[in-house]
């Protein structure tokens, strides 16, 4: 349980705010590249860390995100032109590059000096893994991109996700590292899931309803164990990456495709959710897209043209009461979509923490809390997070696997390089 101060510490991410100023430490994701796909092309809004923002592709092929009001009268700039190598304001023509210089202020008089007095709050960005990633935080302090695996192979091994939630970002992160409740919303009855294509075998047929948990403080945030009895001499273990601010790696077995998770606050009421998932030696194959595309996937159906989930709130995320009796405990027909369900609807859009209960299976969710209230406190003190300036840290991977009773998790994961990518 937290306090309502540290409730509020936490879950909001605005300008000035705590936790705002750490998620403003870290290289975050802005969009999918693919939402700018050619240069001068149509500016488009954006929202992030409830900022008001305006995002293009310049002619050179830059990607800017830049604040969305024009410093002269305050027009917004998503209405702007889009050309010859910046965003042009229509209502005075004054324009802005991807630096947020001001380049021309044609409604002056030729010889004035006064758009080099002028700029407009612009973000750096770089492109990563089919993703536009931005800096929103001191220029002084631009830390190293986050070398995540998933950025770093072909673009054929990879498939990317976006959706949007309409909840804070913290009950997101807080169901990817809560690994005992797969046990109960993601149960299948048939049986008949995604073990066989996404690596979830030994979870699928595992009778044990109620893991013990073991954390491991990394450079990169938590590792988290999560085991389960699966016979008389094996132990089965599923080991989530927590990694700050708020991304996660769901654990499959050796030689699966791996999936990330990114839940990046648009505002402390809603959330850009990043699924992404990756095959770090191969090709993903087609009957393993087809599983995650599926109704049973880990992917939202969304609305065509729009990051908005099909299944909502408003449908009551499709449930089906016969299904919920004879195959699907929560007679909601996707993973994702599940999760849906219990993140937007618990408490409200922010949760009140201080109602809660917690039991043996919420260690890591409160081993994360601490590590975040941790890392707020010491930037208070003025220490700066060490693993934003060590993008390799973030070069690892989650896992599942089995173990006799008397072998460690973590040495059997070492033994094999299972968490480990090469360099």
């Known amino acids: 349980m937290l306090t309502t101060p540290e409730n509020d510490l936490l879950t909001q991410t605005g300008p000035g705010t705590p936790m705002g100023m750490l998620f403003r430490r870290h290289w975050i994701p802005a969009m999918l590249s693919s939402e700018l796909p050619e240069a001068d092309g149509p500016p488009l809004r954006l929202r992030l860390l409830s900022e008001p923002l305006v995002a293009f592709r310049d002619t050179e092929g830059r990607v800017g ?72 935080g001191p220029p002084e302090l631009t830390p190293e991109m986050p070398q995540l695996e998933w950025t770093l192979v072909p673009e054929n091994h990879v498939y990317l996700h976006k959706r949007i939630q309409h909840n804070n970002y913290l009950q997101n992160v807080e169901g990817e590292i809560d690994s005992a409740h797969v046990s109960f919303l993601h149960r299948d009855l048939t049986r008949q899931g995604l073990g066989a294509v996404l690596g979830q075998a030994a979870l699928q047929s595992s009778q044990d309803a109620a893991p013990q948990f073991n954390v491991r403080e990394t450079d990169y945030g938590l590792a988290v164990a999560a085991r389960r009895f699966h016979d008389d001499d094996h132990y089965y273990w599923r080991v989530t990456q927590y990694l700050t601010p708020a991304y996660t790696m769901i654990p499959t077995e050796p030689g699966f495709p ?161 968490m480990s990518p090469a360099s």
């Open 258 to 418: 791996i999936s990330f998770t990114g839940a990046i606050p648009i505002d402390d009421q809603n959330m850009w959710g990043y699924t992404i998932t990756w095959h770090p030696d191969r090709p993903l194959k087609e009957e393993e897209v087809a599983a995650i595309e599926t109704w049973k996937g880990i992917y939202t159906e969304l609305i065509p043209g729009t990051f908005d989930n099909a299944l909502n709130f408003e449908s009551d995320y499709g449930i089906d009461r016969e299904l919920q009796r004879t195959a699907s405990f929560t007679g909601i027909r996707g993973i994702r979509e599940q999760d849906l369900a219990v993140q937007e609807d618990q408490w409200g859009p922010i949760t009140d923490r201080s109602r809660e209960h917690l039991g043996t299976t919420d260690l890591a969710v409160i081993a994360m809390r601490r590590k975040l209230l941790a890392e707020l406190e010491a930037l208070d003190k003025g220490e700066e997070p060490a693993e934003v300036h060590n993008g390799v840290v973030y070069r690892v991977r989650s896992a599942a696997f089995i173990t006799e009773h008397d072998t460690a998790w973590y040495e059997a994961a070492e033994a094999k390089d299972w």
């Open 65 to 136: 995100i830049v604040e969305a009001y024009c410093p002269h009268r305050g027009a917004n700039l998503f209405w702007g032109r889009n050309e010859e190598s910046g965003l042009r304001c229509v209502y005075h023509g004054w324009k802005f590059d991807v630096t947020g210089a001001c380049v021309d202020m044609p409604n002056e008089p030729t010889e004035s000096t006064f758009k080099d007095k002028v700029s407009v709050v612009a973000y750096p960005t770089q492109e990563a893994g089919g993703v536009v990633w931005v800096y929103m």
